[in-house]
């Protein structure tokens, strides 16, 4: 596969030769880096062949967790998952129950035991940085990756920590979002976005309003069954272990600023920004800066990192530590995604 070119900020590690770090006391397994001077991911590989990657983990759960703490992400190559069934299985093993993919921004299909598609957008467009969930007030704690078919070229599932994004920005910009939090706006409906129904996984309005009403979300039911809700997060976090500050929104991916400068021309001709299909404004509901929304890509462009999947690669993030998102790509391209320990906050 060939790696991606490299621009500004953007480390691509398809070519980088390997840096062995540690063996495991057990023997069965050794920790790399995909480069010399990059800490994420950690690479967890099989130093002999037939190591079960379900019993591995049952025997090593504290030091998976203390890792993915520390790196924020593993990459687990060589053991070559063969199926979703096994995948699911792993997924459950070190972190229990998986979480249905409930309040939706992106479309996906369910394709086992809540073992999703990720995000099925067109493969020539980009999917921004960002942490699962991180418009809500509920969040997957930790989120796999499964390769199962790696495309003809490109396709990385690009990462970035949340740390470094957050010590990226400028102390005005950490202060204006800290102070007012993002406000979310959705309007369902109009056939440019996903329905409601999706969105919710639901038809029966009264269970959207009861969803509504227990997430703080504001709503309001407008002419041809469409649908608007608001919704103010808050923009920066705290991780609850190691109490590590962290930028965890989506304030520039649902910014209309997001989108190709034709479609949004498109959609501006005939909507407001509040009748957008979705847009992000600051907490208090005021315009986000374009030089605020420039600044935080930028700091997301300075610290991504990059490279190509294997085939049966397993990838573990910290959703709260690491940003995910994805980069075109050519021919057929397969990744499954599995959510787990599910996170709440009251903003």
């Known amino acids: 596969m060939k790696s991606l070119k490299k ?10 030769r390997r840096s062995a770090v540690d063996v495991a006391a057990d023997g069965l397994i050794e920790t790399d880096r995909l480069a010399v001077d990059e800490v ?55 972190s229990g129950s998986l979480l249905r993919y409930s309040y939706r921004s992106t479309p996906r299909s369910e394709v086992e035991g809540r073992i999703y598609t990720s995000t099925e957008y067109p493969p020539d467009q980009t999917i921004p940085l960002h942490n699962e969930m991180s418009y809500s007030r509920s969040w997957p704690r930790k989120i796999w ?16 920590d949340s740390r470094k994004v957050y010590q990226r920005l400028s102390p005005t910009v950490q202060d204006r979002f800290r ?73 520039h991916l649902f910014h209309i600023s997001s989108l190709r400068p034709d479609l949004r021309r498109s959609l ?26 420039a600044e935080i890509r930028q700091a997301y462009d300075d610290v991504e990192v990059a490279f190509p999947w294997d085939e049966g690669d397993l990838l573990l993030l910290d ?24 996170a709440t906050s009251a903003s």
Not at 8 to 15: I, V
Not at 210 to 231: F, K
């Open 40 to 94: 994420l991911p950690l690479v967890i590989r099989p130093r002999l062949s037939g190591v079960a990657l379900k019993d591995w983990i049952i025997g090593n759960r504290e030091f998976i967790q203390q890792q993915l703490l520390q790196h924020g992400g593993i990459l687990f190559r060589g053991f070559a998952a063969n199926s979703v069934t096994e995948f699911e299985d792993l997924v459950k093993t070190l």
């Open 319 to 342: 959703n709260m530590l690491i940003a995910h998102g994805r980069r075109p790509f050519e021919g057929q391209r397969k990744v499954l995604v599995g959510m787990a320990e599910e």
């Open 268 to 293: 501006l001709e005939d909507l407001t920004e509040e009748e957008l299909p979705r847009q992000a404004f600051y907490g208090d509901g005021a315009p986000i800066a374009d030089a605020d929304l």
């Open 145 to 160: 990756f499964y390769s199962v078919k790696t495309a003809e070229q490109g396709g990385e599932t690009p990462i970035a």
């Open 179 to 251: 102070d007012k939090g993002v406000m979310y706006v959705r309007n369902y409906g109009s056939g440019l976005d996903l329905p409601w129904q999706d969105v919710f996984n639901t038809d029966n309005v009264a269970e959207v309003e009861r969803h509504c009403e227990e997430a703080g979300i504001e709503y309001e039911w407008r002419s041809q069954d469409r649908l608007r809700t608001r919704q103010i997060c808050a923009a920066i976090r705290q991780h609850p272990e190691t109490g590590e500050v962290l930028w965890f929104n989506q304030a």
């Open 7 to 16: 621009s500004a900020g953007f480390r691509s590690l398809g070519s980088v």
